[in-house]
């Protein structure tokens, strides 16, 4: 329990210092997405190999998210760097095969972004990269899942402001494809 309550408070602590870096596009969610992320992933890996590489994506994702729901975008100040570290990573340790599932989802993002802009920005597409290769660590299940699971959220989200008379709204889809790459983890890694 101690180390779950560390692990939260690490998570506020580092979300803190992130909002700070990161003024410029002024993520006011992110040491609450942070904290509660860290918990979470320590809640669930504490103690195994994937614990702190899941705890750092999870300061990066909740990074992502709360400058893409405060401003409809994931800069390249975010979305590009990460990729590089996702695929340096996944390199040096010996899981580059997960690169595959990283730029198949790419591919598939970018398919749709180039046939039907509005669905998916530019953001989205680059983000791909990392959390397909994230995702393929948990295998083709791990991948279906988080591919799969995306979408469908950001679709329920979009239902949902558009029965409360927000069919217009614009839904942000990296937290979305971020959640997802965290629960597919969560199912699929052991």
């Known amino acids: 329990m101690l180390s779950l309550c560390v692990a939260v408070l690490v998570g506020g602590v580092a979300g803190l210092v992130m909002r ?80 595959l599932g990283g730029a198949l989802l790419f591919v598939m993002y970018l398919v749709v972004h180039l046939l039907a802009p509005a669905a998916f920005g530019a953001g989205d597409v680059k983000l791909a990269w990392s959390v397909g290769s994230i995702a393929s660590l948990g295998g083709g299940e791990g991948w279906a899942i988080a591919a799969l699971s995306a979408p469908l959220a950001t679709a329920v989200v979009g239902s ?9 709204a614009r839904i942000a889809h990296g937290p979305s494809m971020c959640a997802a790459t965290l629960l597919a983890s969560a199912a699929c890694l052991t």
Not at 21 to 27: D, G, I, K, N, T
Not at 60 to 70: E, K, P, R, T, Y
Not at 160 to 168: E, Q, T
């Open 160 to 168: 949902v402001a558009a029965a409360f008379g927000h069919g217009r």
């Open 20 to 99: 700070g870096a990161l003024v410029e596009w002024s993520p006011r969610w992110l040491p609450l997405l942070s904290a509660v992320g860290t918990g979470w992933v320590w809640w669930r890996f504490g103690g195994s190999e994937y614990a702190v590489p899941l705890c750092a994506a999870t300061w990066w994702f909740a990074a992502l998210s709360a400058v893409d729901l405060g401003r409809h975008r994931l800069p390249n100040g975010l979305t590009i760097p990460g990729a590089l570290v996702v695929t340096v990573a996944l390199a040096w340790t010996g899981c580059a095969d997960s690169l």
